[in-house]
């Protein structure tokens, strides 16, 4: 459903919104050991994340990633967005190009009430939501 870097993001997002619940500011390693990515790849993900104003970060020896209460406000949707683009809202459940309610491919209609419910679904989920989930351990970003 997701691309793997959008898999990393919204892991990478959570994870420092526990963090940043803590009061606390993390590093690429700390975020890429604690959600099983490649440091390599998560970096690059954190920095665009960054760039677009979802996360913030500091320089420095008590530097590293948080978020702040935007950030942590963001939702899931926001995230998606912000990595995959809009597809997963508003493209064709098999690919199609000129998929549309004229011109519908053969799971349009069925499609289109899944992408309208997984977008409410991501829409109404904040990122700072899930620090809880994690710090009672009901939830979990590492397999």
């Given at each position: 459903?997701?691309?793997?870097t959008c898999e990393y993001a919204i892991r990478a997002m959570?994870?420092?919104a526990q963090k940043?619940?803590?009061g606390e500011k993390t590093g690429i390693k700390e975020i890429a050991k604690g959600i099983d990515s490649p440091e390599y790849f998560i970096a690059k993900i954190l920095q665009d994340l960054s760039r677009r104003g979802l996360l913030q970060s500091a320089k420095g020896p008590n530097g590293g990633f948080y978020l702040d209460s935007v950030g942590k406000s963001c939702s899931l949707a926001d995230?998606?967005?912000a990595v995959d683009g809009d597809s997963l809202f508003t493209g064709c459940g098999l690919g199609l190009k000129q998929c549309s309610e004229q011109l519908p491919c053969p799971i349009?209609?069925?499609f289109k009430k899944i992408r309208t419910e997984l977008s409410d679904m991501l829409s109404n989920?904040?990122?700072g939501d899930f620090?809880?989930?994690l710090d009672n351990s009901l939830a979990f970003l590492r397999r």
């Open positions: 459903m997701f691309s793997k959570i994870f420092v940043s619940a803590e995230v998606v967005r349009h209609f069925q989920a904040q990122v620090a809880q989930a």
